[in-house]
């Protein structure tokens, strides 16, 4: 029984005076077109985070010894100038997140994805030039058909031997989530890797 509000009678059989709920000042069942506020948010407003979604994936070489990076080095004004990376980019609507990994690997390295694995998301608060929310799904491609292109408009591709994957000039955060994209383990993680003017908080993660 909400508070305020009463169905007993009188002892002479009288209903009592119709209560004012103290919820909202509505009267029940009179003023039928009035909604209660009870308080809650609204299920019309706006989510209040929206982060950008996008791709990343890392491309395999037939031997398995060696990963497709992107030297980051053709655009001045490039957040990610100097820096290596993997492929990917910003999901497109209409597609769903696969789609959207086949196309960054066939727009930025010429090659088709013909196998491949989601090893996480990534939840990067904060993390754009401008302090965008970013939200990633990283993939590994562990078979492709083609040729990779030498060079794209953000920079010049390179395989890489894993061993020395580490050793380059990269984001702070990737040297923390890069050896659960190539480990043993076959559940993906899910991880938050909140950032501040360019440089990484914190990092979680959980595998399930």
């Known amino acids: 029984m909400v508070a305020g509000w009463s169905i007993l009678r009188k002892p002479d059989g009288r ?3 119709e209560p004012v709920s103290q919820v909202s000042g509505v009267r029940p069942g009179k003023d039928r077109g009035v909604p209660l506020d009870l308080g809650f948010p609204s299920l019309s407003s706006p989510m209040p985070y929206n982060p950008i979604v996008a791709t990343l994936g890392y491309v395999l070489s037939p031997d398995r010894s060696e990963v497709l990076m992107i030297h980051r080095n053709a655009r001045p004004d490039d ?3 100097g820096k290596y990376n993997g492929l990917g980019g910003k999901m497109e609507p209409g597609e769903d997140i696969a789609a959207c990994m086949r196309r960054e690997i066939l ?10 694995q989601l090893r996480g998301t990534l939840n990067w608060p904060g993390f754009g030039k401008h302090g965008e929310d970013w939200l990633g799904f990283i993939f590994l491609i562990d078979r492709y058909a083609g040729m990779p292109l030498q060079a794209n408009a953000e920079g010049t591709l390179e395989w890489v031997a894993l061993q020395r994957l580490m050793t380059l000039p990269m984001w702070e955060g990737d040297r923390h989530f890069l050896p659960l994209v190539f480990d043993a383990d076959p559940r993906p993680f899910h991880g938050v890797m909140p950032y501040r003017d360019g440089r990484m908080q914190s990092w979680s993660f959980t595998r399930l």
């Open 79 to 81: 957040q990610h100038l």
């Open 15 to 17: 209903r009592p005076q």
């Open 107 to 116: 727009e930025e390295a010429g090659i088709t994805c013909e196998s491949m």
